[in-house]
Nanobody, 125 residues
Framework: QVQLVESGGGLVQAGGSLRLSCAAS????????MAWFRQAPGKEREFVAT????????RYADSVKGRFTISRDNAKNTVYLQMNILKPEDTAVYYC??????????????????WGRGTQVTVSS
């Protein structure tokens, strides 16, 4: 079993930056593909970014490409989401997810086995 705990959310003005962290328990973290999803009020949860076990490959939603960066530190069992040039439409609850199968960079939540409880990001205009 893997537990994921997100942190780093908050309120920021448009154009600002935030860095989200997701701390994972479990000795097999290094073999998991990790991802970030988000859910805005009244909308379905959507894919944001994903990174493979080594950190050597990543994939982004078009809406965040060039502004967000996903990374991981396997020594710390932590995955990060650096969010720059934030926009009001980035306002959402951000969720961390883990795929135990490991290598594929899925953008659909059904492929992810473990989920955190989320952290709120609010971007004011």
């Amino acid at each position: 079993q893997v537990q994921l705990v997100e942190s780093g959310g908050g309120l920021v003005q448009a154009g600002g930056s935030l860095r989200l962290s997701c701390a994972a328990s479990g000795r097999t973290f290094t073999s998991y593909t990790m991802a970030w999803f988000r859910q805005a009020p009244g909308k379905e949860r959507e894919f944001v970014a994903t990174i493979n076990w080594s950190g050597g490959r990543s994939r982004y939603a078009d809406s965040v490409k060039g502004r967000f960066t996903i990374s991981r530190d396997n020594a710390k069992n932590t995955v990060y989401l650096q969010m720059n040039i934030l926009k009001p439409e980035d306002t959402a609850v951000y969720y961390c997810a883990a795929d135990a199968a490991g290598e594929a960079l899925w953008n659909q939540e059904r492929f992810y086995d473990y989920w955190g409880r989320g952290t709120q990001v609010t971007v004011s205009s």
